[in-house]
């Protein structure tokens, strides 16, 4: 019998996974044993693989409606964002109008009060 180091990570793992495949196994063995006892075919893993569901066909029909649709939605969204923006725009310049009218410089003659003499 070999002798096997304890401190050896990999020895470890490796009588670890032979537990596992005893273990294994033993399930699949009285997984058939309870099968055979209600008359179900035991499942081999093999065979249980799912096939890929196959892919649906649209009709032209059905894809040009739907075409429609998403090209009405967005026409839809493109206006609501463009009537959004305009009345952005007019709310600014109604906004820079005011203010250019309250900080217009007042006239030269305004502004220069003539110093007075004495």
């Known amino acids: 019998m070999p002798t096997t180091k304890r401190n050896d990570p990999?020895?470890?793992?490796r009588l670890a996974?032979?537990?596992f495949d005893a273990?294994?196994?033993e399930l699949?063995?009285?997984?058939a044993q309870l099968a055979a006892l209600i008359d179900q075919p035991s499942a081999s893993p093999d065979l249980e693989?799912?096939?890929p569901q196959k892919r649906r066909k649209l009709s032209d029909a059905a894809r040009a409606k739907i075409s429609a649709a998403a090209k009405a939605r967005w026409a839809r969204e493109?206006?609501?964002k463009a009537k959004v923006q305009k009345s952005k725009q007019a709310a600014k310049k109604a906004q820079s109008k005011a203010k250019?009218?309250?900080t217009r410089p007042t006239t030269?003659?305004?502004?220069k009060a003539p110093a007075k003499k004495e």
């Open 100 to 102: 250019s009218a309250k």
């Open 28 to 31: 699949r063995e009285t997984r």
């Open 108 to 111: 030269a003659k305004a502004k």
């Open 49 to 51: 693989v799912a096939t």
């Open 78 to 80: 493109r206006g609501a």
């Open 10 to 13: 990999a020895e470890s793992l």
């Open 23 to 25: 273990q294994i196994a």
């Open 17 to 19: 996974l032979v537990s």
